[in-house]
């Protein structure tokens, strides 16, 4: 029998041995399999298998020493025992793989090292030391570090940053500030206002400010404004401030600082407190117009304060600034809904671009044109026409994924900008006086403040206790003052680089950033720690308000009674907030 005729036979006993188990079952099939001509899988797998090598006993050897040497290194091999003491958990965070903070300090230096030799490979003599580049670079990861020790003791990181950033210019034989660009320093602070101004335009929800109604818009302007005309009154009269650089110093301090006023009312709202009258909700929407109120008159003084021309044109600029600003942001606005396409593939990399993008034009070209006032305002309401549409295409329930793309500009720009502003202040230059007078405007302002903001919730269902809170809530400074405290002092030096040399202008601009840090300082400490202290003393706690009793009235109508008779709330009604 030749070849050929062979494999046909074997293909059909093949074929055979399949109809059979198909039909007949297993027993068939094994009968079939006993076949030495239908047997595949042992024909096969003679045919195909292939003798293994045994390992060398060297490599056996070693890898169990391998193994043996390093096994005390592993987390796998030694776990965190169930209630651990600080020699197990210092010993647990030193094991491999990297994990926790030593992960986090180790990432961070490689990213340092890395960013470092490329910089240094691209630009030579810049990213050595006493270049610019090494001298930013220092200073971003020494501040951000300084923060996270700051965080520790229960402070804002911000604080630390400010610290860190201070020292770096006032040490002695410590040069690192000293040798950042002054033209570097406020590009990079312009950019942090940028993305300041777009997390709020983006944090806008109108159908919350319509909710909230007339209470949100009492408490966002009335403190602001009143204390802005204290602040301008007791510069002028103290300081000796002229009037335009006394109210730009008012509307400078006058802003609350969302980056500690919004964290720590969140932690209080996460653990039930305020929730039942919407408290942290009404103090983190107001926070927003205040900051947005305080930017926009800054920008506006300040354009006509460094105005040129006759006086009819100085006071009809500063309005005209801010109209510019706000058609620019609505048209802007408007093109996002539309451009790039919401069909494209990388729709949030193409927006988040070109908010981005827009948003850097207006500041930097208001600047170019001197017209200050119209770039700030005019970032702000480009975000918030622009979220206006895109709220549209998500979940209510979900975020703004453009909202966390300008989360992580700010994690990159939030050290930069505070350490920047802490070593713009030289100590030595200060005058005491200057220190001493500049305390007593900030008290005094933040005297009236707490008055104003206690008085403007009168009209509300917020008993004794919330509006004191919120009068309390309503004084730490941070963000605002580092993002426009310096901008005075920038617009003056670059007019005395341009020839119009005015010693004037930059003493008053020096002046009005040493105060502006002062506010930091002194409010963000006190005002985080007054929150965190305060909250839980004066805030009813949610579990309080579900041990409530349901009555009937004569009108047959239910009524939720707290056990301690401070409200009644009617049941068809509590999805309602109680300050509408």
């Known amino acids: 029998m030749d070849n050929t005729e062979h494999s046909d036979l074997h293909l059909q006993e093949i074929r055979e041995c399949d109809e059979s188990v198909t039909k007949n079952g297993k027993d068939e099939g094994t009968l079939c399999k006993s076949n030495s001509f239908s047997n595949r899988e042992v024909t096969f797998q003679a045919e195909d298998e292939v003798p293994k090598r045994k390992k060398p006993e060297r490599c056996v050897w070693c890898r169990l020493c391998c193994g043996r040497c390093t096994s005390p290194l592993l987390t796998t091999r030694n776990p965190l025992p169930s209630n651990p003491s600080c020699c197990d958990r210092f010993k647990f965070a030193l094991l491999c793989p990297p994990h926790g903070r030593v992960g986090g300090f180790l990432f961070l230096l490689i990213l340092f090292f890395t960013l470092w030799g490329f910089l240094v490979a691209v630009t030579d003599k810049n990213a050595l030391p006493g270049g610019n580049l090494f001298s930013l670079l220092v200073l971003f990861f020494t501040c951000w570090f300084g923060g996270y020790l700051i965080s520790f003791i229960r402070l804002p990181p911000l604080l630390g940053m400010l610290i860190v950033g201070g020292l770096l210019n006032n040490v002695p034989h410590i040069s690192i500030a000293k040798d950042i660009d002054h033209t570097w320093s406020a590009g990079a602070r312009q950019i942090a206002l940028t993305v300041i101004l777009i997390r709020a335009g983006l944090g806008l929800d109108p159908k919350a400010l319509r909710r909230l109604s007339f209470v949100v818009v009492r408490l966002a302007f009335s403190p602001c404004l009143v204390e802005t005309v204290t602040d301008g009154i007791a510069a002028h009269l103290l300081l000796g401030f002229p009037w335009e650089w006394g109210f730009m110093l008012g509307f400078v301090i006058a802003a609350v600082s969302p980056a500690v006023v919004v964290p720590s009312l969140l932690g209080l ?312």
């Open 269 to 580: 709202q996460e653990r039930g407190y305020g929730v039942e009258k919407g408290v942290p909700t009404l103090v983190i929407a107001a926070a927003s117009i205040d900051d947005v109120l305080a930017i926009t008159g800054f920008g506006v003084l300040m354009g006509i304060t460094f105005s040129k021309g006759n006086l009819v044109w100085t006071l009809f600029k500063g309005p005209l600034e801010a109209i510019v600003g706000v058609i620019y942001g609505i048209l802007m606005g408007i093109v996002l809904w539309y451009v790039p396409h919401k069909s494209s593939k990388h729709l949030v990399l193409f927006r988040s671009t070109l908010l981005l993008g827009l948003g850097l034009l207006a500041i930097f070209l208001s600047i170019y044109l001197e017209w200050s006032g119209a770039g700030p305002l005019g970032c702000l309401s480009l975000a918030f026409v622009a979220a206006l549409k895109w709220r549209k295409e998500v979940h209510p329930d979900d975020k703004n994924p453009i909202e966390n793309v300008v989360g992580v500009l700010w994690m990159i720009f939030q050290p930069l900008l505070f350490g920047l502003i802490g070593a713009a202040v030289n100590i030595s230059d200060i005058d005491t006086n200057t220190i001493a007078l500049g305390l007593a405007t900030l008290g005094i302002g933040l005297g009236i403040r707490m008055l104003v903001s206690f008085c403007a919730l009168f009209c509300s269902s917020l008993n004794m206790r919330e509006r004191i809170f919120i009068a309390i809530a309503w004084l730490p400074k941070a963000t605002v003052q580092a993002a426009i405290g310096a901008l005075a002092l920038d617009q003056a030096m670059s007019r005395n680089k341009s020839g119009m040399k005015n010693d004037d202008e930059i003493k008053y601009g020096k002046q009005v950033l040493t105060i502006a840090v002062l506010s930091i300082l002194i409010t963000a400490p006190i005002g985080s720690t007054a929150i965190a202290f305060l909250g839980p003393r004066l805030l009813k706690h949610r579990l309080q308000s579900t041990q409530m009793t349901v009555e009937v009235d004569a009108n047959d109508k239910q009524q939720l009674h707290d056990t301690n008779g401070e409200e009644s709330l009617p049941l068809n009604n509590q999805e309602e907030h109680p300050l509408t």
